[in-house]
């Protein structure tokens, strides 16, 4: 993958296989009339994509000495939770996409009923994992780890951004108008990645300003990023179509700002997520490249 340092190359890679093999096992194809519908949704779940969210919640409880395999599961959880929004997303009542990760949407593959029930799936699914005691002994912790995510992925998260979102070409909507709706629909998940560790950490609510800190600036620079490969990136290499956001006449950062301030923007807001993170040493690391990471992609 262009741009990523060879430590987030490992871990990128290293994660993709395991969200894989998870999703493999979680989804064994039943051989009755449920059928499509798995296979739908390991079509949409197994293979592509960057997986960042789950390696944030990883890079995260790496800070905390958190066990892999429970790290994993928070990562699988919030992973059905994205995979399910951009199922969702593509569809003909929403942004009406023919491609995604480079292959035919969901609903282009099977079709709009199995792709609505494949998401919804997927969302259950995330709680499922997230309340399953093989995720924490403690209730407590499974529980706010269930509440955060709830929060994050509903209407004070990912579903009111989305709306906002949908609305947007009627609107003109502001600078502070845009970064709210980004922080809502995007950041708020991968808020949760870091949130989620600090929650398995068992770290009061009062210490992860920092970590808060970061998950909203890295969230920010990965939205602004988007916005300028949507604006310059190529269909081929995004795995999807760009362009899109000018042509339905959505503000946008580039358009407010043009591309070099937004590009300069975006890099400013990667230093801040870095210096959320000075209070750790070389085990937030990884924390650090993701940070880099999200305006020197190219895809």
């Known amino acids: 993958m262009a741009a990523a340092s060879p430590l987030l190359a490992t871990a990128l890679a290293d994660i993709a296989a395991d969200i894989d093999r998870a999703f493999d096992a979680l989804l064994p194809v039943p051989a009755d009339g449920r059928a499509r519908l798995y296979e739908a949704m390991r079509y949409a779940a197994i293979g592509g994509g960057k997986r ?21 599961r928070a990562g699988l959880a919030v992973e059905c939770i994205h995979v399910y929004s951009l199922i969702h997303d593509d569809l003909p009542c929403m942004d009406d996409d023919d491609l995604r990760r480079g292959k035919p949407t969901l609903h ?13 799936s997927l ?8 309340a399953d005691e093989a995720t924490h002994e403690d209730p407590f912790v499974r529980s706010e780890l269930v509440v955060e995510l709830a ?22 909507l502001d600078l502070p108008a845009v970064t709210r709706l980004q922080q809502l629909k995007t950041g708020a998940l991968i808020g949760w990645c870091l949130e989620a560790a600090a929650i398995m950490g068992r770290t009061p609510p009062e210490g992860r300003a920092g970590l808060r800190g970061y998950a909203r600036d890295v969230g920010l620079a990965f939205q602004i990023a988007d916005d300028l490969l949507d604006h310059e990136g190529s269909e081929e290499r995004a795995g999807k179509r760009v362009g899109k956001d000018a042509a339905a006449g959505k503000g946008t950062f580039v358009s407010l700002l043009g591309p070099e301030r937004t590009r300069q923007q975006a890099e400013a807001l990667v230093e801040q997520a870095i210096d959320h993170l000075r209070p750790y040493g070389e085990e937030a690391d990884l924390l650090r490249a993701v940070a880099r990471f999200a305006v020197a992609r190219d895809h």
Request: contains cysteine; proline residues 3%.
């Open 123 to 130: 969302h259950a699914l995330a709680f499922e994992i997230l």
């Open 108 to 120: 282009r593959a099977f079709d709009e009923c199995t792709a609505v029930l494949a998401g919804d």
């Open 151 to 172: 929060r994050a992925s509903g209407p004070a998260g990912m579903a009111g951004g989305q709306m906002i979102d949908l609305i947007a070409g009627e609107n003109t």
């Open 52 to 72: 960042m969210r789950p390696l944030l919640v990883a890079a995260g409880c790496g800070l905390f000495n958190i066990d892999r395999a429970r790290a994993l």
